[in-house]
C-alpha cells in the first residue's frame, strides 16, 4: 500500500523525525536557522550599489583592484549615457531640416541655397 506524499504527510513525517532529534542539535539547528535569517534581512536591505564595495577577496590587493574596476565600470557607463544623450540633442537640434524640405517641395526656396556650399 502506497502512502501519497502531500504536504499534511510531509509535514507530520517531519514532525515526527524532530522528536527523535537530540536537543542540543535542536538548539544548534535553530541558532543556524536565525542567522541566516539574519543575513537574509541584511542583505535585502542593501543600497542598490553594495556590490561596489563588495567582491569576496577582503583583505588582499584583487580586492583593491575589483573595487577599482567596478568604480571605473560605473563611471564609464555614466560618460557612455551622458554623451549619448548630448550627441542625440544636437543630432535633433543640427539636423532639423522641415522648412527646407516644404521651400523645396513648394518652389519657395531662392536659387542661392541650391548653390551655397556651406548650407
Not at 542539535?25 to 542567522?35: F, S, V, Y
Request: with cysteine; hydrophobic share 40%.
Amino acid at each position: 500500500m502506497k502512502k501519497d506524499l502531500n504536504h499534511h504527510s510531509i509535514k507530520q513525517l517531519l514532525d515526527l523525525s524532530t522528536t527523535r532529534i537530540k536537543p542540543s542539535t535542536l538548539n544548534k539547528l535553530q541558532a543556524a536557522r536565525m542567522r541566516a535569517l539574519e543575513h537574509q534581512r541584511i542583505a535585502r536591505s542593501a543600497p542598490v550599489l553594495s556590490w561596489l564595495g563588495h567582491s569576496g577577496t577582503h583583505g588582499s590587493g584583487a580586492h583593491h583592484w575589483s573595487r577599482r574596476l567596478n568604480w571605473a565600470l560605473v563611471v564609464l557607463f555614466v560618460a557612455c549615457l551622458f554623451s549619448g544623450a548630448a550627441y542625440w540633442q544636437s543630432s535633433i537640434a543640427e539636423h532639423d531640416t522641415s522648412e527646407e524640405d516644404i521651400a523645396i517641395l513648394t518652389d519657395d526656396l531662392p536659387l542661392h541655397v541650391y548653390v551655397d556650399p556651406d548650407r
